[in-house]
């Protein structure tokens, strides 16, 4: 069956053609129209920017998706869209568009949750995974441990309680100076560092739960750069990239490990566009061998925001019924 999909929840718009189901877990075409060179001038997404742009892509990106696949309207079977979470005014772009798309056609309409959409790109990259597993969304916008017990049964067990692990790489990468969103430059800076130069906090935990927080470890990134520069020092900027880095993932690991000890699952499928921190796949690598899992983690082109994860995620949600009515509504926070 050919899904249509569309995300456009942040600062991606993006259309793609997949074919799931009968042995398929294949992408036909996959098109993403980043906006990040027109929000790295205000040094974040500014939402109604975002909104604008993605009216001004989403046309000629279907279009564009349609010839890269060499199908046509008629040989798609359902129409899949984000609706949540995200900026409103972002998902309500894609949403009515989709909403237009499937209507004038007759298609059916699949509303997809984006955590789970980003978990999905996996189900494209690795044909064999099946749930039940153990799944780590890793994002701009979302930090969550996820005990997946079906293709479309989430609990989640475990979340940030501030920034996201994306968010506090960003602001740590502008603190040093570089442009929005800086994790990937992080990611590069922290190989020529030491990273046991700084000893910085882990993220905080909560006993009892498997919540973690990134703001105390960013303020000491924070506080450590400021006592520099009021000292008139230079800034070690990559070994505070590695240190940093470490104590982002010693965090998430140590998590990761309590997670899989609560839910006994032997597989980890990890995903978002922090799954693509070189440092991180290492350490959940080693984590995986130490426990004797599988670890299933996207290509780097799936772990950011794209269309063909949503087509995927909305296969198992149309097989599960979840279509919706020509009302159906954006949400800017998961109900
Ligand atoms: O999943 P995504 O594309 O969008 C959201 O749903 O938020 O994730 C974007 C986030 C940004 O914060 C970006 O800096 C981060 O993923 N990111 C990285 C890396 N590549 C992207 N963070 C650390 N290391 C990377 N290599
Ligand atoms: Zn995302």
């Known amino acids: 069956m050919l899904i249509l999909s ?96 499937a209507a004038a056609n007759g298609k059916p309409l699949v509303p997809v949750n984006h ?14 995974l099946e749930p039940p597993f153990t799944a780590f969304v890793a994002s701009g916008g979302h930090t969550s441990i996820i005990d997946v017990r079906d293709y479309t049964d989430f609990r989640t067990i475990g979340a940030t309680r501030d ?3 994306g968010e506090a790489f960003d602001k740590v990468a502008r603190l040093l100076g570089m442009s929005y969103p800086g994790g990937a430059e992080m990611d590069a800076l922290a190989n ?13 935990s909560f006993p009892g739960t498997l919540d ?62 922090v799954s693509a921190n070189s440092h991180l796949r290492r350490a959940l690598g080693d984590l995986a061998k130490k426990r004797g899992i599988s670890l299933y983690m996207p290509p780097l082109s799936l772990c950011g925001d794209n269309g063909a994860m949503i087509g995927a995620q909305g296969y198992y949600e149309y097989l599960a019924g979840n279509v919706a009515e020509s009302g159906l509504n954006a949400f800017a926070t998961k109900r």
């Open 212 to 273: 973690l927080s990134f703001s105390g470890l960013k303020t000491a990134v924070i506080n450590y750069i400021h006592n520099l520069e009021q000292k008139g020092e230079p800034i070690p900027r990559a070994d505070v990239c590695a240190s940093f880095t470490r104590a982002v993932c010693e965090s998430i690991v140590k998590r990761l490990s309590e997670a899989l000890d609560l839910t006994g699952k032997d597989k980890l499928v990890v995903a978002g566009g």
């Open 163 to 165: 920034d996201a692990a």
């Open 115 to 128: 955590i789970r959409g980003h978990i999905a790109a996996n189900y494209l990259a690795h044909k064999e």
């Open 192 to 204: 020529n560092g030491d990273p046991e130069a700084i000893r910085f906090p882990s993220a905080a």
């Open 6 to 101: 569309f995300e456009s929840s942040c600062d991606e718009t993006a259309c793609a053609i997949v074919e799931m189901g009968e042995g398929k877990r294949e992408i036909l075409s996959d098109k993403v129209a980043s906006q990040i060179s027109i929000h790295k001038l205000y040094g974040g997404v500014v939402p109604e920017i975002a909104s604008r742009a993605h009216t001004e892509a989403i046309s000629g990106l279907t279009r564009e998706a349609f010839a890269e696949a060499g199908v046509g309207m008629s040989d798609v079977g359902a129409v899949a869209v984000t609706n949540e979470p995200g900026l409103i005014g972002a998902l309500l772009v894609g949403v009515n568009f989709a909403k237009g798309i």
